[in-house]
């Protein structure tokens, strides 16, 4: 198996965020990335009551598709859910193989009225997402630090306080589970 991370697209077509992905991943982890072909959200995913979509059963689709890659990246714009938790901006598998970021409420001021965000801003916030739930499929968990990549993320706000690098303990951490 190579030591590919495969970023698929889930309903998703913004291609220069989708590439800005591969190349933040790239430097974040000793690993090889690129985007990979769309693939449709599962519909039995869609919670109509909610209007939500489930992000563990799109997780379990996503895990059993291209069993040749080591880990999986799925990327939507819809918005996700926990049975626990009433949104995610993101899910992992942990540990595991298949990792979702959804980028549905990260485009948006955490304020009445929720004015978009800038371009930049956006895409900052889907970088940190993603690398944080990558981290989550070679077990790391939370971590301390507020600047961490793997730092607990409740609201935007602590996105945005965050950095896309993971701190040194936990690089230390990824290195000794890639490097048993």
């Not at 109509?48 to 598709?65: F, V």
């Not at 690398?131 to 609201?155: I, K, N």
Request: negative net charge; aromatic residues 8%.
């Amino acid at each position: 198996m190579s030591t590919l991370v495969e970023i698929v697209p889930l309903g998703f077509e913004d291609q220069g965020l989708l590439t800005a992905l591969a190349a933040e991943i790239a430097r974040s982890y000793p690993l090889t990335c690129r985007v990979g072909a769309a693939e449709r959200l599962p519909a039995e995913s869609l919670d109509e009551k909610r209007g939500q979509y489930h992000a563990t059963r799109i997780l379990e689709q996503l895990a059993a598709s291209r069993l040749d890659v080591f880990r999986l990246l799925g990327v939507t714009d819809v918005d996700i859910f926990t049975p626990i938790l009433r949104y995610i901006f993101g899910e992992a598998m942990f540990p595991g193989r298949a990792a979702l970021v959804s980028t549905y409420r990260l485009g948006m001021e955490p304020s009445p009225g929720n004015a978009p965000v800038d371009r930049s801003l956006f895409i900052g916030r889907v970088l940190k997402e993603a690398v944080h739930e990558l981290g989550h499929t070679f077990g790391l968990s939370h971590c301390r630090d507020p600047s961490c990549a793997m730092a607990a993320s409740l609201d935007v706000k602590h996105i945005d306080a965050k950095s896309t690098r993971l701190c040194y303990y936990c690089a230390f951490l990824l290195q000794d589970k890639l490097n048993p």
